[in-house]
């Protein structure tokens, strides 16, 4: 008996000294997606015969069009106009047709010089990540290891695939395929990108046995251990998680039409109601554009205010890193003066603006330890969350380095706009604070605590709470 227990301690201890592939970047200071709160995703897709559209609602004709018309130099500085800290840009995605000149891609699938740049075309890829990398914006680059079901049929051939949902392809020939492939960008940019975002596949059993996570992961570490890998949650359930890639992004906030179907575990979400939006521990992607556009068609859009409460409220919860995410999709034309749909730029700019005079209170964050958000982080439970954002009084912020204490007042109620004070409870792991200031500006406010630990704050006469957010620091004594 006391064998078997010997022997049961050393097994316990070989597996909880191993770091499990789906638990890695869990503490801040080793995250190298912790920095990271705000982002902008944009598609820019290829699928070959026609690609995207100019303003006028024209689309490319070639997948030279495609890249030659595309405005790196715009794109770029109406991301660091928007304030945004990374990007996420499409590689490949529609039948996966990459926007880069692929001796892989050229070899497997069928007329692909049709559908490929050549060697001497433009790489858009590398002039999009120099002049990011240069603004300080860090680049991640959007694939598809599961899109085979839009491929022509001569390329289905190819893997024995038949039909949507098909289980019965040629798993090993099709994972040969993507080893290449993702081998191939891997050592294309290295030094260039940051990550791979890894789309969702079908919702279908053939989800769970298509792509060899395992193998596509190892492929990408063997040229780049530090490229970090981000699932795309999409309709992935309990269970799914984020298979082997380091985070999980949830795709949140979809277009109207999907809503009802959209949340079958348990959400419920307006999408014209920012009030109604709930935060993860994982990061979110939101879509800003419902509908697709042109001049005649403009789209429906989210509001800039929503997105920048909701862009806080993620952050009291996002432990993960990457915080909240916006997907806008620019169009292609040169010296347009804009590349975005009608009203996407304004909006943007406006969130930007929004977010500027209080980033240090979000960018660089950690959700609060003392007063913690209410949130499951299990990766095989994606879709539990915190309270919906109009439930909230207050949300708690914490520097990386856990020396800078936020408190944003998202919902003053009727009293605390009267009075223009805000009460908080003792902080749960017992830190100590001797003031408050605004963070926009530094206003200093009147700051009392009372022996059981509780925090009074109360503004100066001549001001007002902000109802989009009151971004309040806290002072840490340091000597604590």
């Given at each position: 008996m006391r064998i078997i227990k010997i022997l049961s301690l050393i097994f316990v201890f070989l597996i909880s000294t191993e770091k499990p592939l789906i638990a890695q970047h869990r503490r801040v200071e080793e995250n190298p997606l912790s920095n990271l709160k705000f982002g902008l995703f944009s598609h820019y897709v290829w699928p070959g015969e026609k690609g995207t559209t100019d303003l006028n609602g024209i689309p490319s004709k070639s997948i030279r069009e495609q890249i030659n018309t595309f405005d790196v130099k715009q794109y770029v500085k109406d991301c660091k106009s928007f304030g945004v800290q990374y990007v996420i840009f499409t590689a490949w995605h529609a039948r996966m047709n990459p926007l880069y000149y692929s001796p892989v891609y050229r070899t497997w699938r069928d007329n692909a010089e049709k559908n490929n740049p050549d060697k001497n075309d433009k790489d858009l890829i590398a002039e999009l990540a120099n002049a990011l990398k240069t603004e300080g914006i860090d680049l991640f680059l959007y694939t598809h290891p599961n899109d085979v079901h839009d491929f022509t049929?001569?390329?289905?051939?190819?893997?024995?695939?038949?039909?949507?949902?098909?289980?019965?392809?040629?798993?090993?020939?099709?994972?040969?395929?993507?080893?290449?492939?993702?081998?191939?960008?891997?050592?294309?940019?290295?030094?260039?990108?940051?990550?791979?975002?890894?789309?969702?596949?079908?919702?279908?059993?053939?989800?769970?046995?298509?792509?060899?996570?395992?193998?596509?992961?190892?492929?990408?570490?063997?040229?780049?251990?530090?490229?970090?890998?981000?699932?795309?949650?999409?309709?992935?359930?309990?269970?799914?998680?984020?298979?082997?890639?380091?985070?999980?992004?949830?795709?949140?906030?979809?277009?109207?039409?999907?809503?009802?179907?959209?949340?079958?575990?348990?959400?419920?979400?307006?999408?014209?109601?920012?009030?109604?939006?709930?935060?993860?521990?994982?990061?979110?992607?939101?879509?800003?554009?419902?509908?697709?556009?042109?001049?005649?068609?403009?789209?429906?859009?989210?509001?800039?205010?929503?997105?920048?409460?909701?862009?806080?409220?993620?952050?009291?919860?996002?432990?993960?890193?990457?915080?909240?995410?916006?997907?806008?999709?620019?169009?292609?034309?040169?010296?347009?003066?804009?590349?975005?749909?009608?009203?996407?730029?304004?909006?943007?700019?406006?969130?930007?603006?929004?977010?500027?005079?209080?980033?240090?209170?979000?960018?660089?964050?950690?959700?609060?330890?003392?007063?913690?958000?209410?949130?499951?982080?299990?990766?095989?439970?994606?879709?539990?969350?915190?309270?919906?954002?109009?439930?909230?009084?207050?949300?708690?912020?914490?520097?990386?380095?856990?020396?800078?204490?936020?408190?944003?007042?998202?919902?003053?109620?009727?009293?605390?706009?009267?009075?223009?004070?805000?009460?908080?409870?003792?902080?749960?792991d017992g830190k100590v604070f001797t003031g408050a200031k605004l963070v926009k500006d530094n206003t200093v406010l009147n700051f009392s605590k009372a022996t059981n630990g509780e925090i009074t704050i109360k503004l100066p006469d001549e001001l007002d709470w902000d109802l989009n957010d009151t971004a309040i620091e806290l002072i840490v004594n340091i000597r604590n």
């Open positions: 049929p001569a390329d289905k051939a190819k893997f024995d695939y038949k039909q949507m949902g098909d289980t019965t392809f040629n798993f090993q020939k099709w994972n040969d395929y993507l080893s290449e492939m993702y081998s191939e960008i891997s050592k294309r940019y290295k030094g260039k990108i940051k990550g791979f975002w890894i789309d969702e596949g079908l919702e279908t059993v053939s989800n769970d046995h298509f792509v060899d996570y395992k193998r596509l992961r190892s492929t990408v570490e063997a040229v780049d251990p530090s490229l970090v890998l981000i699932q795309n949650y999409w309709h992935s359930g309990p269970g799914k998680g984020k298979y082997l890639c380091h985070t999980g992004m949830k795709e949140f906030q979809i277009h109207s039409k999907w809503f009802e179907g959209f949340w079958q575990y348990g959400l419920a979400a307006d999408r014209n109601d920012g009030n109604t939006w709930p935060s993860f521990g994982y990061s979110s992607l939101g879509y800003l554009e419902e509908n697709i556009v042109s001049k005649e068609n403009p789209p429906t859009l989210l509001k800039a205010r929503d997105m920048f409460r909701y862009t806080v409220y993620q952050s009291s919860s996002n432990s993960e890193g990457l915080g909240a995410c916006w997907c806008a999709n620019p169009v292609r034309g040169l010296n347009t003066g804009s590349i975005w749909a009608p009203g996407v730029e304004k909006t943007l700019t406006e969130l930007g603006r929004l977010i500027k005079p209080i980033s240090r209170s979000i960018f660089g964050t950690k959700p609060s330890v003392s007063w913690p958000a209410k949130v499951d982080v299990d990766p095989d439970k994606p879709f539990v969350k915190t309270g919906d954002l109009g439930s909230v009084n207050f949300v708690a912020i914490q520097s990386g380095d856990g020396m800078h204490e936020f408190i944003h007042l998202l919902n003053p109620t009727n009293t605390e706009i009267r009075s223009k004070v805000l009460m908080l409870s003792a902080p749960a």
